[in-house]
């Protein structure tokens, strides 16, 4: 019977990006996914890089930064290995803060001035007066990365069952020796959970995460670089991809694991996005879509190793999953093969909440 270095529970960006770093580490990986790897979370979600001090919870800062550092070498070796484009564009953003946020921290306002006047920067923006903030950032085409993640993954030799739910982590004496599915077992002394939204419905563990709905839409922007930067108010935020599609985002609801649309909702977005940008307006809606954040009760990821041998937990990150890919491979490859983490993880660490067995 085949057996692995190490098995991975979940094939959203987390998990296939993981799988990549272990294989770099000589590991023999198989990732076990629910249905088609990458198509929850990381497949709705809008692809900002944001790091920015003021959104960003201070504990997360320092894995922030540096993961959003680390992606243009990720996008890299991940186009390079799968011959596809994942399009990290690098514009900035343009920032509307909450007022009362600016006044806060006078600092920052002032390390991030904008480079030129609004009305330059973003002519088609309605109100070129708004106190507005550039930031450095970029995003990422969020689909785009999984489908180069997954193809990159294989390419490297990592195997991957699909439709294939894990139905209970196995253990004996208790260490980990495996997952048992829906349809068979797989044998590894090592199991990561990287199942999002789900990972706390995993025998043995319940870990406190749940499923954050954000619905969103797509536009074709009714002219080229009708938009080059991410621009964010509070109200909504819009993203320009280099094939001329503007994604519109985003709400935060508690609606349990129900993915639907609702009209009311995604006219409202549109709405809010037409008055910051009025061409929007003859813009046509391409689609809408909902999916699950993995959240959690303090707005960390969990991330590392769990009370019992071989099993650790990769999930919980929220709202900036795609911007922590990079950082969270890293460092879980750096904790599964025993080697001490470059980062003090102890606010992301599993032991923090009182997990009930299952
Ligand atoms: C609307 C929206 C907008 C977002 N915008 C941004 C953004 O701009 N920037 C950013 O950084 N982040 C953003 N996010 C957050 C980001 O999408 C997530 O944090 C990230 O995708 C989480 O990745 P994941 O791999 O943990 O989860 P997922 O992509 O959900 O992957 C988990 C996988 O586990 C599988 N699974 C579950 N249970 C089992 C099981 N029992 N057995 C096998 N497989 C299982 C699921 O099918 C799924 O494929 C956004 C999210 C949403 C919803």
Redesign the pocket.
């Known amino acids: 019977m085949k057996t692995w270095d190490a098995i991975i529970?979940?094939?959203?960006?987390?998990?296939?990006s993981l799988s990549l770093a272990l294989r770099k580490r000589a590991l023999r990986v198989l990732v076990?996914?629910?249905?088609e790897?990458?198509?929850?979370?990381?497949?709705?979600?809008?692809?900002?890089?944001?790091d920015c001090t003021f959104e960003t919870p201070a504990a997360l800062q320092p894995l922030a930064t540096a993961s959003a550092q680390m992606y243009p070498e990720f996008v890299h070796e991940l186009e390079d290995e799968s011959g596809m484009r994942v399009d990290l564009r690098s514009e900035g953003t343009i920032l509307f803060p909450p007022a009362e946020h600016v006044h806060d921290r006078p600092g920052f306002r002032a390390a991030d001035l904008l480079p030129a006047p609004l009305a330059e920067l973003e002519p088609a923006l309605a109100d070129p007066g708004r106190p507005a903030l550039y930031l450095r950032e970029r995003?990422v085409d969020?689909r785009a990365l999984?489908s180069a993640a997954l193809k990159a993954a294989k390419h490297r030799g990592v195997d991957t069952s699909s439709a294939?739910?894990?139905?209970t982590i196995d253990l004996a004496d208790g260490h980990v020796i495996g997952v048992s599915?829906e349809r068979t077992s797989f044998l590894a002394p090592m199991v990561i959970n990287?199942?999002?939204?789900?990972?706390g419905?995993?025998p043995p563990y319940r870990f406190p995460a749940r499923p954050?709905?954000?619905?969103?839409l797509a536009v074709a922007a009714p002219r080229r670089n009708l938009l080059r930067h991410v621009v964010r108010a509070p109200e909504v935020y819009l993203?320009p991809r280099s094939d001329g599609r503007v994604l519109i985002?985003?709400t935060l609801e508690e609606a349990g694991y129900d993915k639907r649309t609702d009209a009311d909702t995604i006219h409202r977005l549109h709405r809010a996005a037409v008055c910051l940008v009025p061409e929007l307006s003859e813009a046509r809606i391409l689609e809408d879509w909902?999916?699950?954040?993995?959240g959690t009760p303090d707005d960390l990821p969990i991330l590392g190793a769990t009370a019992i041998p071989g099993y650790y937990v990769?999930?919980g990150?929220?709202?900036?999953?795609?911007?922590?890919?990079p950082v969270t491979a890293h460092l879980m490859a750096q904790i599964v093969t025993g080697a001490e983490a470059e980062y003090d993880l102890a606010a992301f660490s599993p032991a923090r909440f009182v997990v009930k067995a299952a």
């Open positions: 529970v979940g094939g959203g960006i987390i998990g296939l076990v996914e629910r249905g790897p990458g198509r929850e979370a990381s497949y709705a979600a809008a692809g900002m890089l944001a995003s969020p999984v294939d739910a894990v139905t599915t990287c199942a999002g939204a789900w990972s419905q995993l954050v709905k954000g619905q969103m993203v985002g985003s909902a999916g699950l954040r993995p990769a999930t990150h929220f709202r900036d999953g795609i911007l922590l890919t």
